[in-house]
């Protein structure tokens, strides 16, 4: 299988069973030297997971809307919605992918507007 199509399952695995609830899903699929970039967030598997457990994302729906995979990296485009915010958060995840793990992880965050201010909608 090409490498960016693995890629691509990968991130789409993993994605399925965060939206199930099933945060331990990162165990397997984070190296253990990982890399997070986001502010705030900590760097490692098991300090990521742990944080995570306790997200926002761990109590959300998710509802995927693309995945844009290559060679190294995979950009995952989707829709979180948390418990009490009905519009909820647009969000791009960008993983570089090693040896077939997540070695690295970049994400952007924008709150849903009003529908009149996205006549093109946000997805």
């Given amino acids: 299988m090409p490498r960016a199509e693995a890629n691509r399952r990968l991130l789409e695995h993993t994605f399925t069973e965060v939206a199930k609830g099933n945060i331990d899903i990162f165990r397997t699929v984070l190296r253990e030297d990982f890399i997070e970039h986001?502010?705030?967030?900590?760097?490692?598997r098991d300090a990521f997971v742990e944080f995570i457990a306790k997200a926002p994302l761990a109590s959300s729906k998710l509802e995927l809307k693309r995945v844009i995979a290559?060679?190294?990296?995979?950009?995952?485009?989707y829709h979180m919605v948390p418990p009490g915010n009905e519009r909820g958060i647009?969000?791009?995840?960008?993983?570089?992918?090693?040896d077939g793990l997540i070695a690295e992880h970049?994400?952007?965050?924008?709150?849903?507007?009003h529908p009149d201010e996205t006549p093109n909608g946000m997805f």
């Fill in 38 to 44: 986001s502010p705030g967030n900590p760097s490692g």
């Fill in 90 to 98: 647009a969000v791009v995840d960008i993983c570089r992918i090693e």
């Fill in 70 to 77: 290559d060679e190294e990296h995979v950009v995952v485009h």
């Fill in 106 to 113: 970049w994400d952007v965050l924008q709150p849903v507007p």
